[in-house]
Structures are given as C-alpha cells and as structure tokens.
C-alpha cells in the first residue's frame, strides 16, 4: 500500500458524459501528479500540481482539468468523453514534487461505451 | 527533449536465470532515472532511481542497474529470477527543470518454472 488512495476503482460511462476523478496523496506529500495508461499510448503524464498550484502539464487534453485543493487532495476532471479516453489513469504523489520518489495510487480504470 | 527507449516488449527468463532488462535515455541536461515495477491491477511502485550519486544503484528485492553515460543505458538487472517478479517493469527519465517523469513502453517479464 503506498498511501495514495484513488476514488472510484472502476468508472464505466457513455461518450460525451463528464467524469471526475479523485485522488489522496499520502500524508505530508504536497505534489500531486496524474498519469494516463492505455495500451496504444503506454504511460503519459497529464499534470501535476504543488501546494494547490499547477506546476506542469503534458499531454493533456484541452477536454481535461484539474486541480488541487486546500487540504491537497486532487480531482481530474474528463469531459465529453469519448471511445479513446477508456484508460487506466493514475495518481502519484510525492513531498517536494522535484525529482523524488513518486508514489502511486492503484489507478482508476475509466471505461467510455 | 527526453525520452526513453526500453528493448524488448517481452522478456522471458527461467526460474534462477539472470534478469536483463535494458533501458536506454535520450537527455539533454544530467538525467534522473527510475525503474518501476508494476503487478497486474495494481499501481507501479519505485524499485530504484539513479540520481547522480552513485553509478551502480541497489534497489528493492534485489535488483540493481548501473548508469553508463557513454553508452546513454540504465539496464536492470537481478542475478537469480524468482516468480514473484514476473511484472511489467518501466523506465522513467526525468529532468530537474521539468519535474516531470517520461516513460518507456514497458517491458513484461515472464518467469518460467
């Protein structure tokens, strides 16, 4: 168990519906990072954010948000869903978000019918 | 840019073999690199990370890789396979300016009995 907690395990919705997921970092970690696992795509970062503020982005989608709230839990949000967004996606956290170890949670696998 | 390169999708090893799962990196400033291991339905969790202190980098259950930056390589290894580490093993490069993590595609190792 590394301490990252991800809400809910599995998701199944439809195309063009909105998603939210959530994500707890163990305790003390500030940073906050999501990742996006597919089989064509492999790992990707998304984004990650310190202390409440975005600190860098990658592949994401302009369909894709988040944010990091005050008591430093997470929420990716994924709108107008569409087939090729069925993904794992994961949340890692870390305590500085520089170049340490990054722990991740068990991941959320979203399924778009 | 970074990026990573992992050799071989697939690799296939006896019980008690040596385990050789290799990784080359593309960086343009000193890297920081990271194995990762990941067991079906679960997160990756770190195995160990190379952070310029040390060539040869010891890490959980046995496994070490060492950084040749002649050769741009982080290859993995363990000398006696055991079946618990039949996982997909991951790659990751990052940079300090980035705080970003990119990965390789991923390698599988079967472990046969």
């Known amino acids: 168990d590394s301490g990252v907690t991800q809400t809910p395990k599995h998701l199944i919705t439809a195309t063009g519906q909105r998603v939210t997921l959530r994500c707890s970092p163990r305790?003390?970690?500030?940073?906050v990072y999501w990742y996006q696992q597919s089989l064509d795509q492999g790992l990707q970062f998304l984004i990650q954010y310190y202390n409440g503020e975005e600190r860098a982005k990658g592949n994401i989608l302009e369909r894709f948000s988040a944010q990091q709230f005050p008591d430093l839990h997470s929420e990716l949000n994924l709108s107008s869903l569409e087939l090729g967004d069925s993904a794992l996606y994961f949340c890692?956290?870390?305590?500085?978000?520089?170049?340490?170890?990054?722990?991740f949670g068990p991941g959320t696998r979203l399924t778009v019918l | 840019a970074q990026s990573v390169t992992q050799l071989g999708s697939h690799v296939s090893v006896s019980e008690g073999a040596l385990v050789l799962l290799r990784c080359n990196y593309s960086?343009?400033?000193?890297?920081?690199l990271f194995w990762y291991v990941q067991y079906p339905n679960q997160g990756l969790q770190l195995l160990l990370k190379?952070?310029?202190?040390?060539?040869l980098v010891k890490g959980i259950n046995g496994f070490e890789a060492e950084f040749k930056k002649s050769e741009t390589s982080f290859h993995l290894t363990k000398p006696s396979a055991h079946m618990s580490d039949a996982a997909e093993y991951f790659c990751?490069?990052?940079?300090?300016?980035?705080?970003?993590?990119?990965f390789g595609s991923g390698t599988r190792l079967l472990v046969r009995p």
């Open positions: 305790s003390g970690d500030l940073s």
């Open positions: 190379y952070t310029s202190a040390a060539t």
């Open positions: 890692a956290s870390s305590l500085s978000g520089r170049m340490d170890e990054q722990f």
């Open positions: 960086s343009s400033v000193p890297p920081y």
């Open positions: 990751a490069v990052g940079a300090d300016s980035s705080y970003k993590l990119i």
